[in-house]
């Protein structure tokens, strides 16, 4: 037997011996290490041992404390993350939606939530800040209509700004396209009432109109029906309709709006002759429509009885 086979049998004999050792201590509660690494350091002689040595030291050095099996520590290696501030929701308790604030009877919960809206975002609450103006509480009057008065102060300076552009490129789609839709946002933020609202709207029907010539899609139809109707502009509604069915006859949406128009000169028999035209063709509505439909037969079949 050669002494390099001497030597490794000697090393082998006291890596065993050991393993053994710290078997040992991990039984007995010293060696403070996952005990599901021992086999494996018996398989990897000098660096096994060594490995779970360090492991051991790791411990001992955290105070032994031990990570779960599949888990590694977080760490915050930026120091701007470390400095990030989250919000004390201690009156999370107090936070109630809009509509029921301007309704309850506390008048500093009211205010509050004016304040609070005022620093943050008005303009998605426009809806509900018109509203407010007509609350009881003088205070609550006063934050709304400054709110309302900072959007209508930002939606005329980007509707100027849409209708000059507009005005510089009259032939451009883009240009008609982003005005009409700047205006149609301005219309249904409420932020205009009587003659000045009125004149919006004539001035959206018109961009509407040309928007028609240029490119004949009955969705642009049933807006500018729509808004001639809102005007009260019946006779002008009804010839877009008329034009609208020649080009798309079964288009549904362009029957229901013709069904709105007559509803809205209360012409009963020409709601029932539309309401049986739809059903006999069998116009497809949607779902929506389906009700608006149903609700027209149930109508016709009362009248009937």
């Known amino acids: 037997m050669g002494s390099t086979t001497i030597a490794a049998l000697i090393i082998i004999a006291v890596h065993l011996l050991v393993c053994m050792t710290l078997c040992l201590l991990h039984h007995v509660g010293v060696l403070k290490v996952d005990g599901l690494l021992l086999p494996f350091m018996a398989l990897i002689p000098l660096w096994g041992p060594l490995s779970v040595a360090l492991m051991h030291s790791r411990a001992v050095l955290r105070g032994g404390r031990r990570i779960p099996a599949g888990l590694q520590e977080l760490k915050v290696e930026d120091q701007e993350q470390r400095n990030i501030l989250v919000d004390d929701r201690t009156d999370y308790a107090n936070t109630v939606p809009l509509e ?9 919960q009211r205010r ?3 304040l609070s809206i005022l620093n943050e975002n008005p303009g998605q609450y426009a809806n509900l800040l018109s509203q407010a103006r007509l609350n009881e509480d003088v205070e609550v009057v006063h934050y709304a209509a400054t709110a309302m008065a ?12 849409r209708m000059e552009e507009y005005e510089r ?7 008609l396209d982003r005005y009409r839709e700047a205006l149609e946002h301005y219309l249904k933020s409420s932020m205009e009432q009587g003659y ?14 040309e928007q028609l010539k240029r490119h004949n899609d009955y969705r642009t139809v049933c807006s500018l029906a729509k808004t001639q109707m809102d005007l009260g502009s019946f006779d002008a509604a009804s010839r877009t309709i008329e034009a609208a069915l020649s080009a798309w006859p079964r288009q549904g949406d362009v029957w229901l709006m013709k069904l709105r128009l007559e509803a809205a000169r209360h012409d009963g028999e020409a709601v029932q002759r539309t309401v049986r035209h739809i059903k006999d063709d069998h116009i497809y509505l949607g779902g929506r429509g389906h009700d608006i439909l149903r609700f027209w037969l149930g ?3 009362a009248g009937r009885a």
């Not at 029921?100 to 500093?108: Q, S, T, Y």
């Not at 900072?150 to 700004?161: P, V």
């Not at 609202?197 to 509407?208: E, I, P, V």
């Open 100 to 108: 029921e604030a301007l309704i309850v009877d506390n008048p500093r």
């Open 112 to 114: 509050n939530l004016m």
């Open 299 to 301: 109508y016709k079949e």
């Open 196 to 209: 000045a609202r009125t004149l919006q709207m004539r001035r959206y029907a018109d961009l509407l109109a």
């Open 150 to 161: 900072q959007i209508s102060a930002k939606e005329d300076i980007a509707l100027q700004q």
């Open 169 to 175: 490129n009259r032939d451009s789609d883009e240009a």
